[in-house]
């Protein structure tokens, strides 16, 4: 099951700093930026913490590293662009030196150019002469935009956003810049224009860089050390090499963040009246809610209460997972429960996972893969139609996934493979009287649970399920898969696929546990 992931980490633990021969010297960069946005706490242990605190980088941080060095060498080699390439000058100075030495001369495109003004230093992979000035590019192994049909018509995403942003207030403040946007050279071949000043939406009226200059605040209070930014537990957190620093930190201090689905923007507009899951679990709701509304920005009514019980969940020893709604669970002869694996950085589905179980009886189980042995369109189109067969096969099975991911997947391969299958096909596949989506119909809809989060991981291993494997995740079988396109080595696709029926498994055991809880 895939993971929600970042496109690309940010670098090391020097980052943040300019180095100038054996000096270190605080400075703002892109890359602390894009951390910024997604964890600021992150930012301040990379500046300040101490590396012995790290955890070893993971395998699949290391893998979009080497993935994303990959792809811009690939684009680069491939004749599309003539550069002025200064990648070889590694001296910080007098990089800047010769980077500003061809701005003046109108260089068409200089790449690993270093640009610099007071704290703020960039280092863009391309620099494009264009309407008598420069413009930004960088080159990036994920998609241009988030959210979109196919990608297209998408969003800009902040953390690539605020990237440009600092190149162009460098470009600004040296008198170079054609202007507030970049552009982003992403996985595709697309070149993404990012208009910096344009609002975000009509619920959003700050523009980009509006955005951009709030979180270069932050990142200035952060690395004068004026600011020393609160933690927060969240699903990405598990790919961060300070992950087990910062947990033991939050569940010292008892942080809200602990609870399900409260995440740092709610936390932060509670933390001075209610400021730990215990203070949480032992209030009255009512007492904070009047006329339908909470004293808490951006919480209700109802999500107080939610909260509440999940706090008082927490902080008793001897809870246990309920339901909080009666729930009627189909009940068939054949049961299917399904789980994919996407590679997001090539935008290739590369397993289709499907055990079957019948008459309820769990040693009638089998797991059926559907695996892509090479990458191309006709392998993925294969796999895709033998698992659309496969599922279609018993028209009285009930089918188990968790989670929307699968279903948004099926939509996009059907619009890539029409021959397949037709749109109005993919819905009825979907049926919710047919196929239940155990997160967002069931779980959410219907249960508490007495943990940190609901992913299948954490309500599995609660019920007392293992993966076979010591590392299990979708970030991590991305990584597997990586290197099964790399080597071909059978053991490395034994564990995708192991992986992965236990992923199934692991739904079929968190339907069951759910049948035995308590009204």
């Known amino acids: 099951m ?110 690993a150019g270093r ?127 300070w992950y087990s620093k910062c947990v033991a930190v939050l569940r010292a201090d008892d942080d809200l963040t602990l609870i399900p689905v409260l995440g740092r923007a709610i936390r932060d507009a509670m933390h001075d009246t209610i400021d730990t899951v215990s203070a949480l679990a032992a209030i009255d709701p009512e007492a904070f809610i009047e006329k339908g509304k909470t004293v808490f920005k951006g919480v209700g009514a109802e999500r107080l209460k939610t909260f509440h019980a999940r706090a008082r969940l927490l902080t008793d020893p001897d809870a246990k997972p309920y339901l909080k709604a009666p729930i009627a669970l189909p009940v068939s002869e054949v049961e299917f429960f399904f789980d994919i694996e996407v590679d997001p950085l090539r935008d290739f589905t590369y397993l289709h996972g499907i055990v079957e179980r019948r008459g309820g009886d769990n040693a009638t189980e089998r797991f059926v893969a559907f695996f892509t042995e090479n990458e191309s369109p006709d392998a993925e189109r294969a796999a895709f139609s033998d698992s659309i067969a496969y599922l279609n096969s018993v028209p009285g099975a009930t089918i188990w996934y968790y989670s929307k991911y699968e279903r948004t997947i099926y939509r996009k391969l059907q619009a890539r493979y029409p021959d397949v299958c037709s749109a109005d096909e993919i819905e009825q596949l979907f049926d919710p009287a047919r196929t239940i989506d155990l997160y967002n119909d069931v779980v959410t809809r219907a249960t508490e649970w007495p943990t940190n989060d609901q992913s299948i991981k954490t309500l599995a291993k609660y019920l007392g399920f293992a993966w076979r494997d010591n590392n299990p995740s979708g970030a991590a079988s991305i990584e597997w898969f990586d290197r099964w396109v790399r080597e071909r080595d059978p053991a490395v696709k034994a564990r995708i696929l192991d992986y992965n029926e236990d992923d199934c498994r692991a739904t079929r055991v968190l339907l069951d546990g759910i049948r035995e809880l308590a009204y």
């Open 2 to 111: 895939l993971a929600r992931l970042r496109d690309e980490p940010a670098l090391g633990f020097t980052d943040g700093f300019a180095v100038y021969g054996q000096a270190m010297e605080p400075a703002i960069t892109a890359s602390l930026l894009y951390n910024l946005v997604q964890c600021p706490k992150r930012v301040e242990r990379d500046l300040f913490g101490d590396p012995a605190e790290r955890d070893e980088v993971s395998p699949f941080v290391s893998m979009l590293w080497e993935r994303g060095t990959l792809y811009e060498s690939e684009v680069l080699a491939s004749g599309r662009f003539t550069v002025l390439d200064l990648s070889g000058v590694k001296d910080a100075a007098e990089n800047e030196r010769l980077t500003l030495d061809a701005m003046r001369r109108s260089e068409p495109l200089i790449y």
């Open 115 to 241: 640009i610099r003004a007071a704290e703020l230093v960039g280092i863009p992979d391309l620099l494009r002469f264009e309407n008598g000035a420069y413009t930004p590019i960088d080159i990036k192994s994920g998609r241009g935009e988030e959210g979109g049909e196919d990608d297209h018509d998408g969003k800009p995403k902040l953390h690539y956003a605020v990237q440009l942003a600092l190149y162009v207030d460098v470009l600004e403040r040296l008198g170079f810049s054609a202007g507030r946007y970049g552009v982003i050279l992403d996985v595709q071949g697309r070149e993404v224009r990012y208009d910096l000043t344009a609002a975000r939406g009509p619920k959003t009226p700050l523009s980009l860089w509006d955005e951009y200059q709030a979180s270069l605040t932050t990142a200035q209070a952060i690395v004068s050390k004026n600011v020393s930014p609160k933690g927060a537990l969240a699903s990405s957190c598990k790919l961060c090499h």
